[in-house]
C-alpha cells in the first residue's frame, strides 16, 4: 500500500527531546516500511526515517529560534501533501483538523488521528460542521465529549518492543516524566513523595506556557532534599531514569487522551501509580501495572505496597497490548477498510463508557 504520513512540524520525527504525537508518528512510519509498505513521510527535514522524507522546514520549529509563525510552515506543509495526493492509496493525518477544508474538496482517501484534548467547548461546532471527516481516537475516553463523530476505531499507541528494556529490580526513587503543566500533576506528585518519604526525581519540560506557573508553584517547592529535578531528557536516558525507579507517578487532573509515559514504564517494567482520569483506566490494569488511586493520601499508601507487583508482568502486558506491530495492524485494518468504503465495526455511543467504573476502590490502596 501507498501510504502517506502526515506529522506536525513542532519536533521531528522521532523527536530529540519532548513529543508524543511525533514519536508515534515515528513508531507507526518505521513499523509500516518494515511491513513492506511503500511509505511518504512528510515532516521536518531534521526527521530520521527509512521511508521517503518530504520536508516543507529545514528542522523541528520548536528548536528553530528564527521560527515565529509556526502555522506559515503547517499551511506550506498542506499545499505539498495535496500536490502529491494522487501519488497514495491513502494520507493519514496527524494535524487534527487543520487540513478539514481541504480534504472536503478533494477526491482522496483519507483518515485523521486526533492525538489531542476534545472536552473544549470550542471544537464542538468544529467537529459538527465536519463531521463527515474520519477520525481515529487513541482512547475510547478521549471520544467522550464527541460520541457522534465519524469514528473508525480506537487505536491504543505501540512502540517497538526493543525500544526499552524491562528491568526487574525495585528501584529506590519515584518518577515524574513529563511536562510541568498543571494538569500533569506534578505539585501532587511531590506531595505524594513527601507524605511516603520516599526520594523523587522529576524529569520534566518547562514549556514556555508554563514557565510562569513552575517559577510561581513548582520552583519554591523543589527545595526538599527528597526532591530531584532532572529537567528534561532524551529518548536515550528515558529507559535507565524508569527502569531504576520503584513506580512512575502520574496524578494527573485532565482528561488524558492517552499518556505515552504509561506504555514506556510498563516496557521498563515500572508500575505506575495514577489517578484514574482519562485514558487510564483503560491502559493501566489495576495490582497488575499498577495501581489507580483517588488522592494524594490512597498514592502513598500504594507506594508502601509497589513490592506486590511484579514487574516482569508490566513488561509482558507492554509486549501484549502496546507495541508498534499491534498499532500498525490496527492502523491498516482501517485504512483497508477506508478503502472499501466500509461502514466502522464499532462504534461508541453516549453512555457506552463502562470501562470507566475500573477506576480502583478506595478500599483496595
Known sequence: MR????APLYESVPPKFYGGTERVVSWLTEELVRLGHEVTLFASGDSLTTARLVSTS?????LDKTSVDHLAHHMVLLERVFEEKDEFDLIHFHLDYLHFPLSRREQLSQVTTL?????LPDLVGLYRNFSEMPVVSISDAQRIPLPWANWQGTVHH??????????????KYLAFLGRTSPEKGLLEAIEIAKRADMPLKI????????LEYFND??????????IEFVGEIGYGEKNEFLGNAAA???????PE???IVLIEAMACGLPTIAYPFGSVPELLEHGVTGFIVNNIDEAARAVRKLDTIDRAMCRLRFEQRFTAKRMANDYLAIYDRVLKREPASVRLSDGDFSWMKLASPSSTT
Open 3 to 6: 501510504i502517506a504520513q502526515v
Open 58 to 62: 529545514p528542522r523541528s520549529l520548536r
Open 115 to 119: 492525538h489531542g484534548r476534545l472536552d
Open 158 to 171: 505501540g512502540m517497538p518492543e526493543t525500544a526499552l528494556r524491562g528491568y526487574t529490580k525495585h528501584g
Open 203 to 210: 524529569a520534566a519540560k518547562v514549556d514556555k506556557a508554563d
Open 217 to 226: 508553584f513548582v520552583k519554591p517547592v523543589l527545595n526538599d532534599p527528597l
Open 248 to 254: 512512575l507517578l502520574f496524578p494527573i487532573d485532565w
Open 257 to 259: 487522551p492517552f499518556g
